[in-house]
């Protein structure tokens, strides 16, 4: 007889099939009673069980939020022996970690552990609760050294770059600084043509663009600062790359460039090294901006562009090898946002225009639910499903600025969180509702960059001295 | 082609194999080629096979019409409790993922915002804890509730 069907296989040796079913501990089952007088112990199936915990904990999650996943689930647990039983399957946990906090390696002993640390973290993060470090570096030799474009984050590293083309990577972990990269020398077309526009990390492997549009890759650990060139830049033909990113399977990299007319967005097969489309009327209004990048004015940002892994499907599936995962990129400049799925490029999936208020281009990012995040000129913020464009949230940053002028924001999202540095204070924000919920105790400034995941905030501020902040939410602080 | 099974009160039901096949079991038996006589099904009475059967049925008629079907699952699984457990039993003693999975949602509904006394009402289940393992899960479980 095939074993149950309702969930993923158990793994405690527990030696019913998932056929029959049978009591635990002692007592006879007798099968559904044709009288409706019940026998005292009965039974639920344990494959069921599991499958009901696992609905109650996800229907907790989209109902009220992540964190009443948790609660949902002790409460299964606690009604009785056999229901509680299920709480030691760890493919119970696997499939809730991977569904509830996207976690997809495992990071700790078990999908237990690994599920009650992210509840922990995101509590934290609930809470404000964090321990603030420095990473420090001091290979600085000449003035735009200082001043840091973009950072990336993954679960071990955190790569800076920075204006004169430097690429700092740090193990978050130890704080140390690992590895600085250099551009290869050549002749440039501008001051800041080598300045990074965007850096990609997929495991131990980095992939760094210039602004001219160079792409070298390295190896992150033990690869000597030794980079390859991937992608030769031709400013001439392609106007200027201002912003660089990749999905977190690594499987593409994409570029934005401004400067030359429909050639917006670059796609690139990131195993192969392949360019594979070249397209885009996004950035024709911003095509003397870039140009005026490679010059000067470093700190403008004309456009983002950044990348997300959507599940589109209709239902959730149980079956995770049914779901149809696809890479969407979120392309933005003051007066547009473009959604658009990396496989069929030429296809908007949605679009929204900014008419007079104009998005703050750095305000945008996207959380790996398939969400992104973009705040206007009037302070408004908005939180939309990536694959629909439907809103989540809305809240509103506050602080000053008279309407029409361009506001410094920078801003980023992680898995419930969304965090906007503006006037020198960073905030937090919950994003299913949009409640603010307290502000950074750390000041630090006017911030060039900043990044987050769902266990990490790094901050670049703007008057830093070789320095990058570090907030740590992690659970086991 | 038709096959015959029959019910834990020996009650014989003739059904399309078509139908019949959306149970795992069955299918494994037809596969197997033990389905030549009449297939007994001991842990399922006539009440509930009877159900079980209708929803099989209608998952082949209304197969290509979604809508449809969803109205027929919402309405089909608005059962007393009682009943919801038989169905869930052979459910999934038979293997059948879809009216597992209904099942599965309708009592997850069911318990929605629930502590676990309230649950065990609900659903008839005796607390079978020591106050030993009652204070045990308590504090295994007292990371979920942490502020």
Same mark, same amino acid.
């Given at each position: 007889?095939?074993?149950?069907?309702?969930?993923?296989?158990?793994?405690?040796?527990?030696?019913?099939?998932?056929?029959?079913?049978?009591?635990?501990?002692?007592?006879?089952?007798?099968?559904?009673?044709?009288?409706?007088?019940?026998?005292?112990?009965?039974?639920?199936?344990?494959?069921?069980?599991?499958?009901?915990?696992?609905?109650?904990?996800?229907?907790?999650?989209?109902?009220?939020?992540?964190?009443?996943?948790?609660?949902?689930?002790?409460?299964?647990?606690?009604?009785?022996? #056999?229901?509680?039983?299920?709480?030691?399957?760890?493919?119970?946990?696997?499939?809730?970690?991977?569904?509830?906090?996207?976690?997809?390696?495992?990071?700790?002993?078990?999908?237990?552990?690994?599920?009650?640390?992210?509840?922990?973290?995101?509590?934290?993060?609930?809470?404000?609760?964090?321990?603030?470090?420095?990473?420090?570096?001091?290979?600085?030799?000449?003035?735009?050294?200082?001043?840091?474009?973009?950072?990336?984050?993954?679960?071990?590293?955190?790569?800076?770059?920075?204006?004169?083309?430097?690429?700092?990577?740090?193990?978050?972990?130890?704080?140390?600084?690992?590895?600085?990269?250099?551009?290869?020398?050549?002749?440039?077309?501008?001051?800041?043509?080598?300045?990074?526009?965007?850096?990609?990390?997929?495991?131990?492997?980095?992939?760094?663009?210039?602004?001219?549009?160079?792409?070298?890759?390295?190896?992150?650990?033990?690869?000597?600062?030794?980079?390859?060139?991937?992608?030769? @830049?031709?400013?001439?033909?392609?106007?200027?790359?201002?912003?660089?990113?990749?999905?977190?399977?690594?499987?593409?990299?994409?570029?934005?460039?401004?400067?030359?007319?429909?050639?917006?967005?670059?796609?690139?097969?990131?195993?192969?090294?392949?360019?594979?489309?070249?397209?885009?009327?996004?950035?024709?209004?911003?095509?003397?901006? @870039?140009?005026?990048?490679? &010059?000067?004015?470093?700190?403008?940002?004309?456009?983002?562009?950044?990348?997300? #892994?959507?599940? &589109?499907?209709?239902?959730?599936?149980?079956?995770?090898?049914?779901?149809?995962?696809?890479?969407?990129?979120?392309?933005?400049?003051?007066?547009?946002?473009?959604?658009?799925?990396?496989?069929?490029?030429?296809?908007?999936? @949605?679009?929204?225009?900014?008419?007079?208020?104009?998005?703050?281009?750095?305000?945008?990012?996207?959380?790996?639910?398939?969400?992104?995040?973009?705040?206007?000129?009037?302070?408004?913020?908005?939180?939309?499903?990536?694959?629909?464009?439907?809103?989540?949230?809305?809240?509103? &940053?506050?602080?000053?600025?008279?309407?029409?002028?361009?506001?410094?924001?920078?801003?980023?999202?992680?898995?419930?969180?969304?965090?906007?540095?503006?006037?020198?204070? &960073?905030?937090?924000?919950?994003?299913?509702?949009?409640?603010?919920?307290?502000?950074?105790?750390?000041?630090?400034?006017?911030?060039?960059?900043?990044?987050?995941?769902?266990?990490?905030?790094?901050?670049?501020?703007?008057?830093?001295?070789?320095?990058?902040?570090?907030?740590?939410?992690?659970?086991?602080? | 082609?038709?096959?015959?099974?029959?019910?834990?009160?020996?009650?014989?039901?003739?059904?399309?194999?078509?139908?019949?096949?959306?149970?795992?079991?069955?299918?494994?038996?037809?596969?197997?080629?033990?389905?030549?006589?009449?297939?007994?099904?001991?842990?399922?009475?006539?009440?509930?096979?009877?159900?079980?059967?209708?929803?099989?049925?209608?998952?082949?008629?209304?197969?290509?019409?979604?809508?449809?079907?969803?109205?027929?699952?919402?309405?089909?699984?608005?059962?007393?409790?009682?009943?919801?457990?038989?169905?869930?039993?052979?459910?999934?003693?038979?293997?059948?993922?879809?009216?597992?999975?209904?099942?599965?949602?309708?009592?997850?509904?069911?318990?929605?915002?629930?502590?676990?006394?309230?649950?065990?009402?609900?659903?008839?289940?005796?607390?079978?804890?020591?106050?030993?393992?009652?204070?045990?899960?308590?504090?295994?479980?007292?990371?979920?509730?942490?502020?």
């Amino acid at each position: 007889m095939s074993s149950s069907s309702s969930s993923s296989s158990s793994e405690d040796g527990n030696g019913n099939g998932g056929g029959s079913t049978s009591a635990r501990r002692g007592g006879n089952f007798e099968g559904p009673s044709t009288s409706r007088q019940r026998a005292v112990n009965e039974v639920w199936p344990e494959h069921f069980v599991e499958a009901l915990a696992a609905q109650v904990a996800i229907d907790a999650s989209h109902s009220i939020g992540r964190l009443a996943a948790a609660p949902a689930l002790a409460n299964v647990f606690q009604v009785c022996t #056999t229901w509680r039983a299920v709480s030691r399957w760890d493919a119970l946990w696997h499939r809730l970690s991977r569904r509830i906090w996207g976690r997809t390696q495992l990071l700790h002993d078990t999908w237990r552990d690994e599920f009650v640390y992210w509840h922990r973290t995101a509590q934290n993060f609930l809470r404000g609760r964090s321990a603030h470090g420095i990473l420090a570096f001091d290979d600085v030799d000449n003035q735009d050294g200082y001043t840091c474009r973009c950072m990336t984050i993954s679960d071990r590293h955190l790569a800076c770059g920075f204006a004169d083309g430097a690429v700092r990577v740090f193990d978050l972990a130890t704080h140390n600084h690992v590895v600085t990269l250099r551009p290869h020398e050549r002749n440039r077309l501008g001051q800041f043509a080598r300045a990074v526009s965007g850096i990609v990390i997929n495991g131990a492997t980095l992939a760094f663009a210039t602004l001219d549009g160079d792409i070298y890759v390295a190896i992150i650990n033990g690869g000597g600062g030794v980079i390859r060139m991937a992608h030769e @830049g031709d400013v001439v033909n392609d106007g200027a790359l201002v912003d660089f990113t990749g999905c977190g399977s690594g499987r593409w990299w994409v570029g934005l460039y401004a400067g030359a007319p429909n050639r917006a967005y670059h796609i690139w097969d990131s195993v192969t090294e392949e360019l594979v489309y070249v397209n885009g009327s996004l950035t024709n209004p911003e095509s003397l901006m @870039g140009w005026r990048l490679l &010059i000067n004015e470093v700190t403008e940002f004309v456009g983002r562009v950044r990348v997300v #892994t959507a599940i &589109i499907s209709e239902e959730e599936v149980e079956d995770e090898d049914h779901q149809l995962a696809v890479a969407v990129a979120v392309a933005c400049t003051s007066s547009r946002l473009i959604v658009f799925d990396l496989r069929n490029p030429d296809v908007i999936l @949605g679009e929204e225009e900014s008419n007079n208020r104009g998005f703050i281009v750095t305000s945008v990012d996207v959380s790996n639910d398939a969400r992104y995040i973009r705040v206007d000129n009037h302070g408004h913020a908005s939180v939309c499903r990536v694959g629909t464009l439907e809103e989540v949230c809305r809240f509103n &940053i506050g602080g000053g600025g008279r309407p029409g002028s361009q506001r410094r924001v920078m801003g980023c999202m992680n898995l419930g969180y969304a965090l906007m540095c503006a006037g020198g204070v &960073i905030t937090v924000w919950e994003v299913e509702h949009g409640r603010r919920l307290y502000h950074f105790r750390e000041r630090i400034g006017e911030v060039n960059a900043v990044v987050a995941n769902e266990r990490y905030v790094a901050a670049a501020a703007a008057t830093s001295d070789r320095i990058i902040h570090l907030w740590d939410f992690g659970a086991d602080q | 082609m038709a096959l015959e099974l029959k019910s834990s009160d020996n009650k014989i039901f003739e059904v399309e194999e078509l139908v019949a096949v959306q149970s795992e079991t069955i299918k494994s038996l037809v596969e197997d080629g033990c389905a030549d006589n009449v297939i007994p099904l001991p842990n399922v009475d006539s009440k509930t096979l009877e159900l079980v059967l209708d929803w099989c049925k209608n998952h082949v008629d209304m197969k290509l019409d979604e809508e449809k079907l969803k109205e027929y699952e919402d309405k089909f699984i608005e059962v007393d409790q009682a009943v919801l457990y038989d169905l869930l039993l052979a459910a999934n003693y038979l293997n059948i993922k879809d009216l597992l999975n209904r099942a599965c949602q309708k009592v997850a509904d069911m318990l929605k915002g629930k502590t676990p006394e309230q649950i065990r009402e609900t659903l008839n289940i005796v607390n079978d804890f020591s106050p030993e393992e009652e204070e045990e899960i308590r504090k295994e479980n007292l990371w979920a509730f942490e502020e």
